[in-house]
């Protein structure tokens, strides 16, 4: 069975501080996609990143990087220098190749402070 | 505008008393799914559909149903709702690929049981 863990359940840091959102995933695909989303304080969700399972290149948007790592079934989340509208849930989550089962994590609260 | 659209956003109703989430989506999209978030659990996928008239469970679906016969639409409907019901619903929607593409969600509906 799929599983995504997120075990930081909330983070709070000062504007300007770089934070790290952990995420570590179980599956037996061998084909598999792995997600960020953000929902903000107004609910909606808002997708960030996809990265399949034979990439695993690292990605860098603006502020925000990830860090893919098969060996250690990972796809950490960083912003650098962060903002007070960088406040949010922050989900993680993962699919299967073609089907419709997406498992997402319990998801991260991030607050940054000014 | 490409977009995910949910009916009613906000409703309060009582334990038993059948009610209907409507979803649409104008982006022609094959796959559509139900959630709900709850507190500490993330998403949980309730049904999902891959196609017009192809429907089936997802982790949680008990105590809901769902029909697709239009490619747009993908109502939620829940005959004999209970207290344990309440929650924030996300519909969904992907392109062709299922989980290989983002899902576009719609903007929630809270949903109160009492």
């Known amino acids: 069975a799929q599983k995504v863990t997120q075990a930081q359940t909330e983070i709070s840091v000062v504007e300007k501080e770089d934070v790290t959102l952990d995420c570590v995933y179980e599956?037996?695909?061998?084909?598999?996609?792995l997600f960020w989303y953000k929902q903000p304080p107004s609910g909606e969700l808002v997708f960030l990143i996809r990265r399949n399972s034979f990439d695993e290149q690292n990605e860098i948007s603006g502020r925000y990087s990830w860090n893919f790592q098969k060996s250690t079934s990972s796809f950490n989340f960083t912003i650098t220098a962060s903002q007070v509208v960088d406040s949010a849930v922050y989900f993680c989550?993962?699919?299967?190749?073609?089907?419709?089962?997406?498992?997402f994590g319990p998801g991260t609260r991030l607050s940054v402070l000014p | 505008e490409a977009q995910v659209t949910q009916n009613p956003r906000y409703l309060i109703t009582v334990t038993g008393k059948k009610l209907t989430v409507t979803c649409s989506q104008n982006m022609n999209h094959e796959y559509m799914s139900w959630y709900r978030q709850d507190p500490g659990l993330g998403l949980r996928q309730i049904y999902y559909?891959?196609?017009?008239?192809?429907?089936d469970k997802g982790d949680v679906p008990e105590g809901y149903k769902v029909s697709r016969k239009e490619k747009r639409n993908f109502p939620l409907i829940l005959e004999s709702p209970s207290p344990n019901q309440t929650s924030l619903y996300f519909c969904a929607s992907t392109a062709r690929g299922g989980g290989r593409n983002e899902q576009f969600f719609g903007p929630g509906t809270r949903l109160t049981v009492l």
């Open positions: 989550a993962l699919s299967e190749d073609y089907g419709q089962n997406f498992v």
């Open positions: 559909s891959m196609n017009v008239e192809v429907t």
């Open positions: 599956t037996r695909d061998t084909t598999y996609y």
